[in-house]
């Protein structure tokens, strides 16, 4: 593994269904976050991580949960999907804490249909 | 309320020079980025200003004004492989990071 890597690339959900979104990083980073992608919108923070076991909520995160239980994985779990939560879902990492630069993983597409 | 805006849409020629603009509104300041996106990819680190003046980094520079509470991307002999969103974000007094929507660049050859 060479940065961060997500899983899967896209998904087909049906509504009501659960879903976790895998994030891994080989970097060590201590802050990991969670965005997602909506066209015409920034890139809005749904959790985040500045260490390994703790989390925060971002600014969209109902709907949604995070676990942290190593500094490598950051998961993101969708209880009940809905179809709003249709999006691109984006996790990153930094070393230190948000005035640094974060590295993108390459992104899950999610539809709930 | 919190804003960053961003034009959403520009067009350049290929060789020629643009310049981004990104002006923002937040509850205080504590730094600003610049993200590159091409299509369908992650966005990928460009810039990063605190102070305010011009940093330059090879063919982009990024200029920063606190008290106008503004900045730009500058992007010179362009090239095709440009072609992507530019996306500016704020580092807030709650170290949240505020993310604008982004521009989309075109370059024509």
């Known amino acids: 593994i060479a940065g961060i890597t997500q899983a899967p690339t896209s998904q087909i959900l049906a509504a009501g269904r659960r879903m976790t979104l895998r994030c891994t990083q080989d970097?060590?980073?201590?802050?990991m976050y969670w965005y997602r992608q909506d066209l015409g919108l920034g890139l809005r923070l749904i959790h985040y991580?500045?260490?390994?076991?703790?989390?925060g909520k971002g600014e969209v995160p109902d709907g949604y949960s995070v676990s942290r239980a190593n500094t490598d994985d950051f998961p993101l779990t969708l209880a009940s999907a809905v179809p709003s939560q249709t999006s691109v879902y984006f996790c990153?990492?930094?070393?230190?804490?948000?005035?640094?630069?974060?590295?993108f993983g390459p992104g899950t597409r999610l539809t709930v249909l | 309320g919190q804003n960053i805006d961003q034009p959403t849409e520009m067009t350049a020629t290929e060789g020629a020079i643009v310049q981004i603009n990104c002006t923002y509104q937040?509850?205080?300041?504590?730094?600003l980025f610049w993200y590159q996106q091409h299509a369908g990819e992650a966005p990928t680190f460009l810039s990063y200003?605190?102070l305010d003046g011009l940093e330059e980094k090879g063919r982009f520079s990024s200029f920063l004004s606190r008290s106008k509470g503004y900045s730009y991307l500058l992007l010179k002999e362009l090239q095709m492989k440009d072609s992507a969103s530019y996306l500016c974000?704020?580092?807030?007094?709650?170290?949240?990071?505020?993310w604008g929507a982004g521009t989309k660049l075109i370059i024509k050859p």
């Open positions: 990153a990492s930094s070393d230190g804490d948000v005035n640094n630069e974060q590295f």
């Open positions: 970097m060590r980073h201590n802050a």
């Open positions: 991580s500045n260490t390994a076991g703790t989390t």
């Open positions: 937040t509850s205080g300041f504590n730094g």
């Open positions: 200003n605190v």
């Open positions: 974000a704020v580092v807030d007094s709650n170290y949240q990071l505020i």
